[in-house]
């Protein structure tokens, strides 16, 4: 990108970019001098049968929001650009295997393997993800430690709707009536660390029925849910209550589907 000096930071994105995004860019731009945003439909993180030919492409208005947000350095490759004809994939162990790991093969492969390619390309001293997807963090910053990249990681909160709902670029498949059931993830992850919060010793047996509870309450309203744990963000593996754990969950409505995930805070 042919940038020099200060600090640069960069906020890796597919596009159809909302307010979480604005606020991990507006942060950037806040941080660093030279903030950098890239916008690119990573193929290699879609599943065969996912959404990668349907996903929102919006570039005029993603340019627009990032001028606002204070990032005027978009870069915004192709295919051919990110993978010539290379086939070299990054596989990270562990912490990928579990959750969106085993529903959705191949995704976190997809994901560390373009991170790794925009971080050599755009060179950032710091880069911002969300907590929204806790399980990527967790893959990337797992990839920066093994392969000692020289860039730090900024993780920034969710940001959500007046309601509850975690914005994401997916939102907008749903349909008016789904779209009032969504924020029920984020209720009944609410309501179940309010649970943990009274008894803070709760061993791993009661905490998998109480998350046993509240998959059955999701699906009695009409949610197809793939899992709702508690887990350690570090390891990606079901934890008891420790001053980092998080409420994961994802599941469908109709033909979409929602992750999310929050701390267990007083
Ligand atoms: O979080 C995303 O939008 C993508 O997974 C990322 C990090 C831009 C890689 O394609």
Redesign the pocket.
């Known amino acids: 990108l042919g940038l020099t000096g200060g600090v640069r930071g960069f906020v890796?994105?597919?596009g159809a970019l909302h307010r979480g995004h604005f606020a991990l860019m507006e942060q950037c731009a806040k941080e660093c001098s030279t903030p950098v945003v890239?916008i690119?439909v990573?193929p290699k993180?879609f599943g065969p049968t996912e959404d990668f030919s349907r996903y929102p492409r919006t570039l005029e208005a993603d340019l627009e929001l990032c001028k606002r947000a204070g990032c005027k350095v978009v870069f915004t490759p192709d295919s051919e650009t990110i993978y010539g004809n290379a086939t070299t994939t990054i596989h990270v162990e562990g912490v990928s295997e579990l959750y969106e790991g085993a529903i959705r093969p191949g995704h976190f492969d997809?994901?560390a393997t373009?991170?790794n390619a925009?971080f050599n390309i755009v060179q950032p001293n710091v880069a911002y993800?969300?907590w929204k997807?806790v399980q990527?963090c967790a893959v990337?910053s797992n990839m920066v430690e093994a392969l000692h990249l020289p860039v730090r990681l900024q993780f920034c909160e969710t940001v959500r709707e007046s309601d509850g709902l975690a914005l994401s670029s997916r939102n907008r498949y749903l349909s008016a009536e789904n779209r009032k059931l969504a924020p029920t993830l984020f209720r009944t992850m609410t309501e179940l660390a309010k649970q943990i919060l009274h008894q803070p010793n709760l061993g791993r047996e009661l905490m998998d029925e109480y998350c046993a509870e509240k998959r059955d309450a999701l699906t009695n309203s009409g949610f197809e849910v793939d899992y709702l744990d508690v887990i350690d963000p570090a390891t990606m593996r079901p934890s008891r209550f420790t001053a980092n754990s998080r409420i994961i969950v994802a599941a469908k409505i109709g033909s979409t589907r929602l992750i999310d995930n929050i701390p267990i805070q007083s």
């Open positions: 890796p994105t597919m890239s690119f990573n993180q997809g994901v373009v991170v925009l993800f969300g997807d990527q990337i």
